[in-house]
């Protein structure tokens, strides 16, 4: 592993260097200002011998970012053995610039450094992308974007997905389509673009990934997304415009020969079925609507009390009822308790504006719930005509939980919907 030379001490995260550069920089104010700023971007530059391109790069990049990006971010020079100007040049835009930082490593690689900051990072999200700023600046909000919201777990542009934009010659585009295909065709790969240096992560699942990818140059981004897909990893693809530099010194010989030696790598660990890594689970909380992750408890609870009450009541009126009327009847009693209680604590509507509304309403999942229930105890008589009451019961808590589900969704979409009616809502925040 190479050396890290640097001013920070990676690793210790909240330690971060105490000079300017190396202090996040705070966009524009957004709405939520108070919560954004917690949500730090870390946008890590690898470059070697870049001493050309390399301060007005970062000086364009700044400046867009702190323009139009509604987080706290910071912009990470990793200089890979640079031999030119490029180091020096990249500590003076660290001790000039709040919000720029560098990292010097010993050794080149592209996926070594990344792996370096990635690692060491402190940030929400991380993120790279190349010094010569091919890729469209436009498009870095809309990479970033479902990664703070917990939609996706990593983000790539792509020059190949509809409404991409790209002016490059045709050996360039031919390599890179052929490319792409081989990994679509031979590792069975759904992402579009693998090279586009425009790519970006949440850092706990980039940190659960790391220790499994192996190569630490070309091949980094592609062994990275490939194991992500392996491990189950929800992969957004966003359209980028793209202008190809023509002063680039990729050697594209080498690079796809070592391409190549990586596919066939990753693809013997694939066959044997030890390429994935135990990355972290999604959590249900993360992909919810506004407002459902306090709703689903207080709504569980409620639909599991009135459960018990409905089989109680069903118990009771078979002793002398059929069972259709026995379950109609129960189901009725309950119903108009659940639609209260839910009322009340799931949706936090109060007082007696729209009661009689909600109920009536209610009702409809009611109905659908008689449907649901009287339909299971028919298609039982119909199999079992003498079923015992145990069985009866069974059938009733399966069907009475797809109705429960039913019943939220309704109530959710359309009983207590806030753009139907105006209730006064608890607070979101009460949980």
């Known amino acids: 592993m190479s050396q890290v030379i640097s001013d920070r001490p990676l ?25 954004q700023r917690t949500r730090l971007v870390e946008i890590v530059i690898p470059v070697h011998n870049e001493q050309a391109v390399l301060a007005d790069s970062v000086y364009r990049l700044r400046a867009y970012l702190t323009e139009n990006l509604p987080y706290p971010f910071r912009i990470t020079i990793a200089d890979n053995a640079s031999t030119d100007d490029t180091w020096r040049i990249a500590l003076d835009l660290a ?7 560098a ?22 999200v991380v993120a790279y992308m ?22 996706s777990d990593l983000a790539i542009g792509s020059r190949l997905a509809r409404g991409a934009a790209v002016a490059r010659g045709p050996k360039r585009e031919f ?7 081989m990994l679509r065709s031979a ?29 630490q140059a070309w091949f980094f981004d592609t062994e990275l997304l490939l194991l992500a897909e392996r491990s189950g990893l929800r992969i957004h693809e966003v359209p980028v415009d793209w202008v190809d530099d023509p002063d680039s010194r990729v050697d594209i010989v080498r ?3 070592d391409d190549l030696r990586g596919m066939w790598r990753v693809g013997r660990q694939a066959l044997r079925g030890g390429f994935r890594a135990p990355v972290p689970a999604r959590t249900l909380a993360a992909a919810l609507p ?30 002398a009822f059929p069972a259709y009327l026995a379950n109609t009847v129960a189901l009725a009693a309950t119903a108009v308790a659940n639609t209260a209680a839910n009322r009340r604590y799931t949706f936090g509507v109060r007082g007696s504006a729209n009661a009689l509304r909600h109920q009536v309403e209610g009702g409809v999942a009611f109905l659908i719930g008689l449907a649901l229930t009287n339909g299971a105890l028919a298609l039982l008589h119909a199999a079992a005509p003498a079923a015992a009451h145990a069985v009866e019961l069974t059938v009733l808590i399966a069907a009475n939980a797809v109705a429960t589900l039913v019943r939220f969704l309704l109530m959710r979409a359309w009983v207590f919907n806030p753009k139907r009616t105006s209730p006064t809502p608890l607070a979101e925040n009460q949980a």
């Open 175 to 181: 390599i890179s389509r052929t490319y792409n295909l």
């Open 103 to 124: 990292v010097h490593l010993d050794q080149k690689g592209r996926g070594r450094a990344l792996r370096s900051v990635w690692e060491a990072s402190d940030a929400e």
């Open 255 to 257: 690079t796809a020969r």
């Open 187 to 215: 590792m069975a790969a759904r992402f579009s673009d693998a090279q586009c240096g425009f790519k970006a992560g949440r850092a706990e699942i980039i940190k659960a990934l790391l220790p499994r990818v192996e190569d």
């Open 95 to 101: 001790e000039r610039y709040r919000g720029v930082d």
């Open 130 to 151: 190349d010094v010569d700023l091919s890729t469209g600046l436009e498009a870095f909000l809309p990479l970033i974007a479902p990664l703070m919201s917990g939609h």
């Open 290 to 319: 506004q407002g459902m992750r306090r709703q689903i408890p207080s709504f569980a609870v409620i639909g599991v009390t009135c459960t018990v009450a409905y089989l109680l009541l069903f118990t009771v009126l078979r002793a």
């Open 11 to 35: 690793g210790l995260g909240a330690d971060r260097p105490s000079r300017p550069g190396a202090d996040p920089a705070t966009a524009g104010e957004p709405v939520d200002a108070g919560r």
